[in-house]
């Protein structure tokens, strides 16, 4: 089907041009003489793209873009304009125009502005789509992402996800490890059916074999009645073991038991129990350096790091830190009740060069915070803590020499991209062949580096 563009402009001539040119180029075309007649026509036809005049009779082009952008939400909207100023393509954008463009043009600009405005749209909706995608598999936690090295990491969790593979998550405290193993299980044929988390190190030594294995009736003291275990609770689905590392040792060789016979013996019972679970385990400990010092079992770990996903920092991928920002930003503004809409660039830009010690779990208890203390539509410095205000920012210390790399890559990737999206005429699934990289890559990267065919 055919982009659909209406045309709003009271000069007849000027409208009869525009639609001839535009049909020409394959457009379907749709016109009113008045932003009273557009309104009418949005309700009538659909429509991709609105190119408008500003100045008209009645209800003019600044008046009739809002009304326009509450019914076509995300529909580009280019203003036209005899009168042409800076002032008055600043005022068009302020109120949501995608562009701004003098009368007379040339039909070859229009054209250009157009198309532009198109692949914005297409783009967008590709990434909604996309962003819809991850929440359907992850549920309500997405993860949001656009560095190629969480790119490439959730591609690895749609491979692994596949399988009941067992799988080991690592990283530093609140990378988000169990919003990856949610990830695993919500993309995963298990997805139907429990994902248990438990954390290893929470449940004291004596409780916890009961606790993941079950118990008879009056197996110890207290137990007065019979108890089904996690790994029985998880039956046909997915147990999340957090910081695995603090499993006393005398429980590391039942759990691995569990894991290669499938089956679990609840305490007091005579007769094991078979069950169907995927477990993945995380930790931020290092458990090479615990299998040296005694403390973790080596065939434990050949047997739960089937899969390694390794979670990276969030100071070691800051191009996530803006859309993250955006996401807890929305969030809270909804849970709170606040009017606050977005971040100010200067608190925006001392929030990506933090180095974020507490990693994701930190910055999202900061914009939490700075949320409940702006107090109008914009999240400013003064609604930041002092640490991050202080903090020296990337680039006048040591770490100056990782972003001239980072600076590099990223010049490099988009010569690529761009080498490749002109190879393909502009078709993203050969490019993303091209590139030896996903479609979905692909599409993460055209967002980051706002890059246009």
Same mark, same amino acid.
């Given at each position: 089907?055919?982009?659909?563009?209406? %045309?709003?402009?009271?000069?007849?001539?000027?409208?009869?041009?525009?639609e001839? !040119?535009?049909?020409?180029?394959?457009?379907?075309?749709?016109?009113a003489?008045?932003?009273?007649?557009?309104?009418?026509?949005?309700?009538?036809?659909?429509?991709?793209?609105?190119?408008?005049? $500003?100045?008209?009779?009645?209800?003019?082009?600044?008046?009739?873009?809002?009304?326009?952008? =509450? @019914?076509?939400p995300?529909?580009?909207?280019?203003?036209?304009?005899?009168y042409g100023?800076?002032?008055?393509?600043?005022?068009?954008?302020?109120?949501?125009? +995608?562009?701004?463009?003098?009368?007379?043009?040339?039909? *070859?600009?229009?054209?250009?502005?157009?198309?532009?405005?198109?692949?914005?749209?297409?783009?967008?909706? &590709?990434?909604?789509?996309?962003?819809?995608d991850?929440?359907?598999?992850?549920?309500?936690?997405?993860?949001?992402?656009?560095?190629?090295?969480?790119?490439?990491l959730?591609?690895?969790?749609?491979?692994?996800?596949?399988y009941?593979t067992?799988?080991?998550? #690592?990283?530093?405290?609140?990378?988000?490890?169990?919003?990856?193993?949610?990830? !695993?299980?919500?993309?995963?044929?298990?997805?139907?059916?429990?994902?248990?988390?438990?954390?290893?190190?929470? !449940?004291?030594?004596?409780?916890?074999?009961?606790?993941?294995?079950?118990?008879a009736?009056?197996?110890?003291?207290?137990?007065?009645r &019979?108890?089904?275990?996690?790994?029985?609770?998880?039956?046909?689905?997915?147990?999340?073991?957090?910081?695995?590392?603090?499993?006393?040792?005398?429980?590391?060789?039942?759990?691995l038991? $569990?894991?290669?016979?499938?089956?679990?013996?609840?305490?007091?019972?005579s @007769?094991?129990?078979?069950?169907?679970?995927?477990v993945?385990?995380?930790?931020?400990?290092?458990?090479?350096?615990?299998i040296?010092?005694? #403390?973790?079992?080596?065939?434990? +770990?050949?047997?739960?790091?089937?899969m390694?996903?390794?979670?990276?920092?969030?100071?070691?991928? =800051?191009?996530?830190?803006?859309?993250?920002?955006?996401?807890?930003?929305?969030?809270?503004?909804?849970?709170?009740?606040?009017?606050?809409?977005?971040?100010?660039?200067?608190?925006?830009?001392?929030? !990506?060069?933090?180095?974020?010690?507490?990693? $994701?779990?930190?910055?999202?208890?900061?914009i939490?915070?700075?949320?409940?203390?702006?107090?109008?539509?914009?999240?400013?410095?003064?609604?930041?803590?002092?640490?991050?205000?202080?903090?020296?920012?990337?680039?006048?210390? *040591?770490? *100056? =020499?990782?972003? &001239?790399? @980072?600076?590099?890559?990223?010049?490099?990737?988009?010569?690529? %991209?761009?080498?490749?999206?002109?190879?393909?005429?502009?078709?993203?699934?050969? &490019?993303?062949?091209?590139?030896?990289?996903?479609?979905?890559?692909?599409?993460?990267?055209?967002?980051e +580096?706002?890059?246009?065919?």
């Amino acid at each position: 089907m055919p982009d659909r563009i209406l %045309i709003v402009d009271d000069d007849d001539a000027l409208r009869e041009s525009l639609e001839m !040119i535009l049909a020409s180029e394959g457009y379907g075309v749709t016109t009113a003489c008045s932003g009273d007649q557009a309104l009418a026509r949005v309700e009538e036809v659909p429509v991709d793209i609105v190119l408008c005049d $500003v100045r008209m009779p009645g209800l003019d082009g600044f008046e009739l873009l809002p009304q326009i952008a =509450r @019914k076509l939400p995300g529909v580009p909207v280019v203003m036209m304009s005899a009168y042409g100023s800076e002032d008055l393509a600043i005022e068009a954008m302020k109120l949501g125009a +995608y562009d701004y463009v003098a009368k007379p043009f040339q039909p *070859s600009e229009i054209l250009l502005t157009l198309r532009k405005a198109m692949e914005r749209e297409r783009l967008r909706r &590709a990434n909604e789509q996309l962003q819809r995608d991850v929440e359907r598999a992850v549920g309500e936690r997405p993860i949001v992402a656009a560095s190629a090295v969480m790119i490439e990491l959730l591609e690895l969790v749609e491979r692994t996800a596949a399988y009941k593979t067992t799988a080991l998550l #690592t990283g530093e405290s609140g990378t988000g490890k169990e919003v990856l193993a949610r990830a !695993i299980h919500g993309q995963s044929p298990r997805r139907a059916e429990p994902f248990i988390a438990v954390n290893c190190g929470a !449940i004291p030594e004596p409780l916890l074999e009961s606790e993941l294995f079950g118990h008879a009736k009056g197996a110890f003291t207290g137990a007065n009645r &019979a108890r089904r275990g996690l790994f029985a609770e998880a039956d046909g689905g997915t147990l999340f073991l957090d910081e695995i590392a603090e499993l006393p040792q005398s429980l590391q060789v039942k759990l691995l038991r $569990v894991l290669q016979e499938e089956e679990v013996r609840p305490v007091g019972e005579s @007769k094991p129990v078979e069950i169907d679970v995927r477990v993945i385990a995380a930790t931020s400990r290092d458990l090479e350096a615990m299998i040296e010092e005694g #403390t973790f079992r080596e065939d434990l +770990y050949y047997r739960l790091n089937v899969m390694r996903l390794e979670i990276p920092a969030l100071r070691e991928r =800051r191009e996530d830190i803006s859309l993250l920002c955006d996401h807890f930003l929305a969030h809270y503004r909804d849970s709170l009740g606040k009017a606050v809409r977005s971040i100010a660039d200067d608190a925006l830009d001392r929030l !990506i060069h933090y180095d974020w010690p507490g990693n $994701v779990r930190e910055l999202q208890n900061v914009i939490e915070r700075s949320v409940i203390l702006a107090d109008g539509e914009r999240l400013g410095l003064e609604h930041l803590p002092s640490n991050i205000v202080q903090a020296k920012t990337t680039g006048e210390g *040591s770490d *100056s =020499r990782f972003f &001239a790399m @980072k600076a590099a890559r990223r010049r490099f990737e988009i010569d690529l %991209i761009r080498r490749a999206l002109k190879e393909t005429d502009g078709n993203r699934t050969h &490019a993303a062949k091209l590139l030896e990289i996903s479609h979905r890559a692909l599409l993460y990267k055209i967002k980051e +580096y706002g890059i246009r065919d």
